[in-house]
């Protein structure tokens, strides 16, 4: 779904279009949360067409036409980790960030939070493997996941947790 910088819907476009040509467009990121207050992370299938292998945060994923986010977001955590948590806004972010020469990501993101209690069921087609970590310690140049972070999960650790 196409976006205006003010989230309203303007038109459709596929979603490999979308990130081809750099449209903004509406999107989804859920991160759940331990009880210890770990960030569930997940590494994402090899077979993704972008930032494939690269870590990002418990789940992202795109609204169909009339979803509403909320309801995407909840769609996408079952989709891809076989996870059912009650989620709560945690407001938005608009970002910019080159995927590779030929993908480029613009999007307005709505931001969800819940809480991982342990059990899950990945989709292989869409998470290789998952993992558990503070966000201010991913930050720190010691954490051997900096380097392979999706472009969108760097920016989220940079504007929501960097001091």
Not at 34 to 60: F, M, P, T, V
Not at 72 to 87: C, D, K, P
Not at 121 to 130: F, Q, R, T, Y
């Given at each position: ?57 418990s789940c992202c994923g795109h609204p169909r036409p009339g979803e509403l ?95």
């Amino acid at each position: 779904m196409l976006v205006d910088d003010d989230d309203h819907p303007y038109g459709m476009a596929e979603k490999i279009e979308a990130h081809k040509s750099g449209l903004l467009h509406r999107a989804i990121s859920v991160f759940l949360f331990d009880k210890d207050g770990r960030l569930l992370l997940q590494r994402r299938s090899a077979s993704k067409y972008h930032a494939a292998g690269l870590w990002a945060n418990s789940c992202c994923g795109h609204p169909r036409p009339g979803e509403l986010p909320i309801d995407a977001a909840v769609r996408r955590l079952q989709e891809e980790l076989g996870i059912h948590s009650e989620l709560s806004s945690w407001g938005h972010i608009c970002y910019e960030a080159t995927i590779n020469e030929e993908m480029k990501e613009n999007e307005y993101v709505h931001l969800f939070t819940g809480c991982f209690t342990g059990a899950y069921s990945l989709n292989p087609d869409e998470v290789s493997e998952i993992q558990l970590e503070y966000p201010r310690s991913i930050l720190s140049g010691d954490s051997p996941l900096r380097s392979s972070l999706t472009p969108w999960f760097k920016i989220y650790l940079d504007k929501l947790w960097k001091v």
